[in-house]
Nanobody, 127 residues
Framework: QVQMVESGGGSVQSGGSLRLSCLASGVTYSDYRMAWFRQAPGKEREGVAY???????LYVDSVKGRFTISRDNARNTLYLQMNMLKPEDTAVYYCAASHKRRSFSRGPFGEQDYTFWGQGTQVTVSP
C-alpha cells in the first residue's frame, strides 16, 4: 500500500520560514520523480517545485529564490524549504510522485501525470 504523508505545515508571519516533509512508503522511492503542488482557497492547484531522479529541479517563477526542493532517497523523504514566505504562499501543499518511466504530457507540473498524492498540509502566512 502506497502512502505519502506530508508534515511541517503551520502558521507563520510574512518573511518567515517553514520546512515541509513528505514521507513515502510502499514504493521504490528512487524510481519516482517528485513534486510539490499547492492549492489556495478559490484557486486551482498549481505546481510549485519539481525534482527528478537525477536531482534536477524546477520551480514556478513565483517561488524561485525562496523555495528549495530536495530529496533523501535513503529516508524516502521529500522536502520543501520555504523562506521569505509571503501571504500569497498561503495554501494547502501536496506532495506527488510520478514514476520515472512515465512521460509528461504537459510538463513536470501536469497533475494528471502524478500517480500518488499526499493528503496535504496547510501553510498560512499572515501579513
Amino acid at each position: 500500500q502506497v502512502q505519502m504523508v506530508e508534515s511541517g505545515g503551520g502558521s507563520v508571519q510574512s518573511g518567515g520560514s517553514l520546512r515541509l516533509s513528505c514521507l513515502a512508503s510502499g514504493v521504490t522511492y528512487s524510481d519516482y520523480r517528485m513534486a510539490w503542488f499547492r492549492q489556495a482557497p478559490g484557486k486551482e492547484r498549481e505546481g510549485v517545485a519539481y525534482i527528478n531522479t537525477y536531482d534536477t529541479t524546477l520551480y514556478v517563477d513565483s517561488v524561485k529564490g525562496r523555495f528549495t526542493i530536495s530529496r533523501d532517497n535513503a529516508r524516502n523523504t521529500l522536502y520543501l524549504q520555504m523562506n521569505m514566505l509571503k501571504p500569497e504562499d498561503t495554501a494547502v501543499y501536496y506532495c506527488a510522485a510520478s514514476h520515472k518511466r512515465r512521460s509528461f504530457s504537459r510538463g513536470p507540473f501536469g497533475e494528471q501525470d502524478y500517480t500518488f498524492w499526499g493528503q496535504g498540509t496547510q501553510v498560512t502566512v499572515s501579513p
